[in-house]
């Protein structure tokens, strides 16, 4: 009983992860909440499942339920996702932050991008939940009394692949670099000749992109509908500030952590609640610790 | 003709009673630059408050206490400032955006509650038959109706003129210190986390009144009325009419309130059943559009703040 529910915390907290991972990056580099990140997992779901349906149906690979179609749509819903939030940031955000808005007036902005963004979805998918794909997968008992589809496993692994990816890129490449650089001081880091227009639309491609495959994950392991992602702002939200804006490793921490809580909530308390428990870490985690369980910096 | 003044009057009441949340948005981000993304919780708190004080007892129900409406309003603002103390105690010395999250999370919790703890709220069932004064005090359902009206213009028009008060009030102007330099006012010797707190407080206070009023007047809660985008309303009402101005926000919540049902009307008539669900997903865009257009085009809403100079300055 417990194995089963620390296998779903984990599985439901790589999702979790990977959303909070992009939302952090931004919210660190642009210093502001962005609750349109949520509609960006349901767009990359969805994009991904209109590029599925558009491609002819592929074999299912091995044990999983889906063929190289998805493996395709993954990588468009990437690009496409990714620019849904370049565009955003090009005809709101930036436009605020040239007037030097107040950092709410851009929380407030990213509030009405995220009602657009999630009502569009049902005008042109309507309500009602879709899938990838119609295979049924045997689960696989990989621990004694533990059961997961492949599916999930897949998940599992390549969530924390493209962690360690993201890890490297961000320490070593160009533009990893320069995106720490802008985060930290971005006045500093223009002297030294960063373009920060670029490093800005690139944070937004690669937080979009995370969320599409965040999206995708959770669609394939669960169900494709246009609430999806807002029903998991709130628990992404506390997995970023749980892990401390900025961190890779703390988005990641966290997500693990509020996904674990979640599941495991579910044995004491009744399922129904499951939803309030982000809530609930993230007032402990304001109380006692508001920078964060693995930020270096002491204010917020 | 009396259909078309019966539905005025329900029109009425209703854009109102979220002129009186507007106005305690107003304070919050108007007044103070307090970001509140859960207005929709403290609403829902004042609602099903008022009606687990009010409504008759029922078997199944531990709540349902059926004592006077008066108490339930009481009951209902206590219940909603009791909430915003919590969450904003917890954020209160953070950056804004951490209060925009936590109001949030209410939000969600106050759904999920309303939803599941069913032996105090119903469940999805809800509570009905809460009180109203004038239901069945006159003759014709208008003009209980329009009784009704008078109460929550008396209402609305005594929190106006209390806000006005305090706006202009030394108080009111350490809010808007606050608001424009926060080191400033902290530099002045101004506890500023108290008085942010405060802010936050009675405006939440102010929400939570509102939702007991809108449960009295339509006798009914359940879970599907206390639904997300009914934050986003009461932001688009405060946005477009004018923050930082009263005026503007009740004028912000009679415009929107009268758009958004006049695109409800005309979706539920033109459009066959099955297309239902697009008529909604309009209103809500429309919603959401009209939020960052005016926040590109005309920050300062329909009236917006009215500039103010010391009486020394000249």
């Known amino acids: 009983m417990i194995g089963q529910a620390i296998a779903d915390g984990l599985l439901t907290g790589g999702i979790l992860a990977l959303g909070a991972i992009g ?68 005809l709101v955000f930036s436009k605020l932050r040239k007037r030097r808005a107040n950092s709410l007036t851009l ?75 802008m985060a930290e001081n971005p006045a500093l880091s223009q002297v030294c000749g960063i373009d920060i227009a670029k490093v800005v639309r690139w944070t937004w491609m690669l937080s979009g992109a995370l969320a599409a495959i965040a999206g995708v994950f959770a669609g394939l392991t669960v169900q494709i509908r246009p609430e999806m992602g807002f029903n998991m702002l709130l628990a992404l939200f506390t997995a970023a500030i749980l892990g401390g804006t900025g961190s890779l490793f703390g988005a990641v921490a966290g997500g693990l952590i509020v996904g674990l809580a979640e599941s495991l909530s579910a044995l004491v308390i009744p399922t129904g609640y499951k939803a309030a428990v982000p809530f609930g870490l993230l007032l402990i985690i304001l109380y006692l610790r508001p920078q964060g369980l693995f930020s270096r910096s002491a204010r917020v | 003709m009396i259909g078309f003044v019966s539905y005025l009057v329900f029109f009425l009441t209703v854009a109102l009673i979220l002129g009186i949340a507007t106005l305690g948005l107003n304070l919050q981000w108007g007044g103070t630059g307090l970001f509140n993304a859960g207005i929709v919780g403290f609403y829902a708190i004042g609602a099903y408050t008022f009606a687990i004080l009010t409504a008759p007892p029922r078997p199944e129900l531990v709540g349902n206490f059926e004592l006077p409406w008066i108490v339930g309003l009481v009951g209902a603002m206590a219940a909603a400032a009791l909430a915003a103390l919590i969450t904003g105690m917890a954020t209160v010395r953070l950056r804004g955006d951490y209060l925009a999250v936590a109001t949030f999370g209410i939000a969600v919790t106050i759904q999920l509650v309303a939803t599941n703890f069913e032996a105090l709220t119903g469940g999805t069932m809800g509570i009905a038959s809460i009180p109203n004064p004038f239901r069945g005090l006159f003759a014709t359902p208008l003009a209980n109706n329009l009784g009704y009206l008078a109460v929550v213009v008396v209402i609305l028009a005594v929190a106006y003129v209390a806000l006005e008060r305090i706006a202009r009030s030394p108080w009111g102007r ?75 926000a009740i004028l912000g919540a009679i415009v929107v309130w009268g758009i958004w049902s006049a695109i409800g009307a005309a979706s539920s008539k033109m459009l066959p059943e099955q297309f239902q669900i697009y008529g909604g997903a309009a209103q809500a865009m429309i919603i959401g559009l009209a939020l960052v257009l005016v926040l590109l085009l005309r920050p300062r809403g329909l009236i917006g703040e009215q500039p103010v100079t010391s009486r020394h300055a000249a």
Request: proline letters at 4%; a neutral charge; charged letters at 10%.
């Open chain 1, 107 to 181: 929380v407030f902005a990213s509030f009405g991008i995220a009602l657009i963004l999630r009502n569009l979805v049902l005008f042109v998918w309507g309500a009602d939940a879709h899938y990838y794909g119609q295979e049924l997968q045997i689960s696989l008992e990989i621990l004694p009394n533990v059961r997961l589809m492949p599916d999930q496993v897949l998940v599992l692994v390549l969530t924390v692949a493209l962690v360690v990816a993201l890890h490297l890129f961000l320490k070593f490449s160009r533009i990893g670099v320069a995106m720490r650089s």
């Open chain 1, 23 to 90: 939302y952090s990056l931004c919210a660190h580099m642009l210093k502001f909440a962005n609750f349109a990140h949520a509609e960006m997992l349901t767009w990359g779901a969805y994009l991904a499942l209109a590029v599925v349906a558009f491609l002819p149906a592929g074999q299912p690979i091995g044990p999983f339920s889906f063929g190289w179609p998805l493996l395709v749509a993954i990588a468009v819903s990437c690009v496409g996702t990714g620019l849904i939030a370049v565009a955003a940031d090009a």
């Open chain 2, 174 to 248: 350490v809010l808007k210190a606050i608001r424009e330099d926060e080191v400033a006012a902290e530099t002045l010797g101004k506890n500023t986390r108290s008085f942010r707190l405060q802010a936050f407080v009675i405006g939440s206070t102010l929400m939570g009144l509102a939702g007991a009023l809108y449960a009295s007047f339509i006798g009914f809660v359940s879970p599907f009325d206390f639904l997300p985008i009914l934050t986003f309303q009461i932001w688009t009402m405060l946005i477009i009419g004018g923050s930082g101005n009263n005026r503007g």
